[in-house]
């Protein structure tokens, strides 16, 4: 049987470790600032939102939620990203996902300010993590959250197998990066990849981010497997579930993240952590 990953108590962790790197900063006459850009009013971009905020105003971090209509034209969200990247008080800037497909969501990407790029997008900080440079610069907070819980629960990874179910750049392709970069040999699956069972059995550290409930069965699990649900759906009950069959899977794996309490928490406390480092970071060019 399975120990459960509890992200929600490592989550409490890494808050309170942030919380107290934000008051040294306050101390210091500093606050930590993150902008977080809405365009339209997806019901569960406004319930991540809300969270995001909520959770940086407990932790002493300047949050600002800056709404645009669904229907707002390129050059008004363009201008509010150059207006965030001159303001001193911003350190993070998050564009919220998804976008209206009338938006052009990479030009907006792209013209974040590198060192503000808080989801690790801009092609500058993908490339440092590709080439696993070394340095500081941002990355992806889910996968970064996932790479504290490994190394909270001590998984070996030097040497051993990853499969990761999902290829987009928010999770799939920076935690394939960062499993390279430990040392792993990775594996990293999409929608048209033939026979997945075979390659998902193969490993010993299985992430899923695919967003299809019930896509990963005890079938498809080698044996003492490490498993990381990404997923989240929202079943027509209202329920939330991940990708992977939780009760099927518990009894073959060794470590496992439930759904809800284990990705979700620690990618919001990551997104905190990261926008203290951020802070920082700025700080320390500047001195
Ligand atoms: P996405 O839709 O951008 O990408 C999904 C990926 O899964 C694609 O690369 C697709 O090719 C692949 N895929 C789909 N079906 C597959 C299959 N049968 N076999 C192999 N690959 C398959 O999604 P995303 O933004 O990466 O999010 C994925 C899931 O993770 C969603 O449920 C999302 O809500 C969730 N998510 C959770 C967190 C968190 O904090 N817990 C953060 C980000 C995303």
Redesign the pocket.
């Known amino acids: 049987m399975a120990t459960v990953i509890d992200g929600r108590h490592l989550a409490a962790e890494l808050n309170q470790a942030t919380a107290k790197r934000a008051a040294k900063l306050a101390a210091r006459g500093i606050k930590p600032g993150i902008v977080v850009i809405l365009v339209g009013d997806d019901p569960?971009s406004l319930i991540y939102t809300r969270n995001k905020h909520r959770r940086a105003a407990k932790m002493g971090i300047r949050s600002i939620l800056k709404k645009f209509p669904a229907d707002v034209d390129q050059a008004t969200v363009m201008a509010a990203i150059d207006q965030y990247n001159r303001d001193d008080t911003i350190d993070a800037i998050l564009v919220q996902?998804p976008l209206p497909a009338h938006l052009d969501g990479l030009a907006i990407t792209n013209a974040i300010r590198p060192d503000k790029d808080i989801d690790g997008l801009h092609p500058t900080n993908l490339g440092k993590l590709y080439a696993n440079q070394p340095g500081n610069y941002p990355v992806a907070?889910?996968p970064r959250?996932i790479m504290a819980m490994l190394r909270h629960y001590q998984v070996k990874l030097t040497g051993k197998q990853a499969t990761i179910?999902?290829?987009?750049?928010?999770?799939?392709k920076p935690l394939a990066a960062l499993l390279t970069n430990a040392d792993m040999t990775v594996t990293i699956?999409?929608?048209?990849?033939s026979n997945?069972r075979a390659v998902t059995r193969q490993a010993d550290v299985l992430i899923v981010?695919?967003?299809?409930p019930g896509?990963i069965t005890a079938a498809d699990v080698k044996p003492g497997a490490v498993v990381i649900d990404?997923?989240?759906?929202r079943l027509s009950s209202g329920k939330l579930t991940?990708?992977v069959d939780f009760a099927g899977v518990q009894d073959v794996a060794s470590l496992i993240t439930p759904?809800p309490g284990?990705?979700?928490p620690?990618?919001?406390a990551s997104l905190m952590a990261q926008t203290v480092d951020l802070a920082e970071w700025r700080q320390h060019g500047q001195e």
């Open positions: 569960a996902e907070c889910t959250g179910v999902g290829r987009s750049i928010l999770v799939g699956t999409n929608r048209h990849t997945l981010a695919a967003g299809r896509l990404v997923g989240i759906n991940g990708d759904v284990g990705v979700g620690m990618t919001i």
